[in-house]
């Protein structure tokens, strides 16, 4: 099974992108990030034209995640389910054969002296609450989507630029490493200890050109799914062409 991650930053601006990517690679299982539309506003026929079921978890504007899937979605849950009011559109899960599959884009926080670098850190911690109820040991679980946390040195191209940024400081790198101590695997590192592999280059500055990006895009699998990890890989390409997201695709393969 072919699970990927993609924050898209817009399916309307990435549709037909999105629509003759699935065509050409066929992956199984797709969690979507920052679809930035109302679920009635989702290219749901489209989808099913060309085989793909799909959840979906929208918001006008902002944020937006999504999961689909070449066979049917059961058990769909849209956020943390811990009654926590206004809360914003960045978590849906679905169970997929016999994998429980999580797609989710953590907050971004702007700068670390912001309120909205506080709102993720508490995003992050109800987050950890929630998977903390799950037997990662025993059950299949995939987190897939956005992190936005740069894990570690290996995953960002100019140190002196972002170190100390929302992306890549201690305290993020502390977090991710909470997921893992949960009984997640990194399942990219599994496969890559290589430096120099990004996920997310910004628009601005010819980023992409000069190769100025992070890997914020990660897929986890539980204790009990990561020995079944094939492969992984990021599929640079996805960031070139006409109108790409500033992220590209993450896969990772499970036998």
């Given at each position: 099974?072919?699970?990927?991650?993609?924050?898209?930053?817009?399916?309307?601006a990435?549709?037909?992108?999105?629509?003759?990517?699935?065509?050409?690679?066929?992956?199984d299982?797709?969690?979507?990030?920052?679809?930035?539309?109302?679920?009635?506003?989702?290219?749901?026929?489209?989808?099913?034209?060309?085989?793909?079921?799909?959840a979906?978890?929208?918001q006008?504007?902002y944020?937006?995640?999504?999961?689909?899937?070449?066979?049917?979605?059961?058990?769909?849950?849209?956020?943390?389910?811990?009654?926590?009011?206004?809360?914003?559109?960045?978590?849906?899960a679905?169970?997929?054969?016999?994998?429980?599959?999580?797609?989710?884009?953590?907050?971004?926080?702007?700068?670390?002296?912001?309120?909205?670098?506080q709102?993720?850190?508490?995003?992050?911690?109800?987050?950890?609450t929630?998977?903390?109820?799950?037997?990662?040991?025993?059950?299949?679980?995939?987190?897939?989507?956005?992190?936005?946390?740069?894990?570690?040195?290996?995953?960002?191209?100019r140190?002196?630029?972002w170190?100390?940024?929302?992306?890549?400081?201690?305290?993020?790198?502390?977090?991710?490493?909470?997921?893992?101590?949960?009984?997640l695997?990194?399942?990219?590192?599994?496969?890559?200890?290589?430096?120099?592999?990004?996920s997310?280059?910004?628009?601005?500055?010819?980023?992409?050109?000069?190769?100025?990006?992070l890997?914020i895009?990660?897929?986890?699998?539980?204790?009990?799914?990561?020995?079944?990890?094939v492969?992984?890989r990021?599929?640079?390409?996805?960031?070139?062409?006409?109108?790409?997201?500033?992220?590209?695709?993450?896969?990772a393969?499970?036998?």
């Amino acid at each position: 099974m072919f699970i990927t991650t993609w924050n898209v930053n817009s399916i309307r601006a990435r549709e037909e992108r999105l629509l003759t990517w699935l065509k050409d690679a066929a992956p199984d299982v797709v969690c979507l990030q920052e679809t930035k539309v109302v679920d009635g506003d989702f290219p749901f026929e489209a989808l099913r034209d060309i085989g793909y079921h799909a959840a979906t978890w929208g918001q006008k504007t902002y944020n937006g995640v999504a999961i689909l899937s070449r066979t049917p979605l059961e058990g769909i849950e849209r956020g943390m389910g811990d009654d926590v009011d206004g809360d914003q559109a960045r978590l849906i899960a679905a169970t997929v054969n016999d994998i429980r599959v999580i797609s989710a884009y953590f907050p971004n926080g702007r700068t670390v002296d912001d309120e909205k670098y506080q709102y993720k850190q508490r995003w992050m911690d109800r987050l950890l609450t929630k998977l903390g109820s799950l037997d990662l040991d025993t059950q299949n679980v995939v987190l897939a989507g956005d992190f936005n946390i740069a894990p570690d040195e290996r995953d960002v191209n100019r140190l002196e630029e972002w170190t100390g940024s929302v992306l890549y400081n201690p305290e993020m790198s502390a977090y991710f490493q909470r997921f893992l101590d949960l009984g997640l695997t990194d399942v990219f590192r599994q496969h890559h200890d290589e430096d120099g592999l990004y996920s997310w280059w910004d628009y601005r500055m010819l980023g992409f050109p000069k190769n100025n990006g992070l890997r914020i895009d990660h897929v986890l699998a539980s204790t009990a799914l990561a020995p079944r990890s094939v492969s992984a890989r990021i599929e640079r390409d996805m960031r070139k062409g006409k109108k790409p997201s500033d992220h590209t695709v993450v896969w990772a393969e499970f036998g």
